[in-house]
């Protein structure tokens, strides 16, 4: 399955600081994958009307029951108003129970370096597991 393009929502300055999250989330079990897709449709309408979100993107890599997402903010606080309310929130509550050990990574770029790669995005998570 083939990752979902960089979706940009707000035009980045490029001389200005983002926050950028990235996300490894796995499942315990194949029998989760349809209904974590369904509940990602619900995020991405959030991510559409939310306001400080600069783009997004998701991977899903079923056959290791791994969902990888990035997104790009305008400040943590932003990041944080998102995660906080619903949909998102009761998505995490419905979904954390079916989840293996998830890793949240954040690192600020400029603007002009926006879209993030996924090869950056996966060797800073690979990095935040290892301890390293």
Excluded: N
């Excluded at 009761?90 to 400029?110: D, H, K, N």
């Amino acid at each position: 399955m083939p990752a979902i393009p960089w979706t940009r929502l707000a035009e980045p300055d490029p001389d200005r600081s983002y926050v950028v999250l990235a996300s490894r989330l796995p499942l315990r079990g194949y029998r989760y994958i349809f209904s974590f897709l369904r509940t990602t449709r619900a995020v991405r309408r959030q991510l559409a009307a939310t306001e400080g979100v600069v783009g997004y993107t998701l991977d899903a890599k079923p056959l290791s029951k791994t969902f990888w997402t990035v997104s790009a903010w305008e400040s943590e606080e932003m990041l944080q108003r998102f995660s906080g309310v619903d949909p998102h929130r009761s998505t995490v509550a419905e979904i954390r129970p079916r989840m293996l050990g998830s890793t949240f990574v954040s690192w600020t770029v400029l603007g002009s370096e926006l879209p993030p790669t996924w090869a950056d995005a996966r060797r800073r998570v690979a990095a935040s597991e290892s301890g390293s």
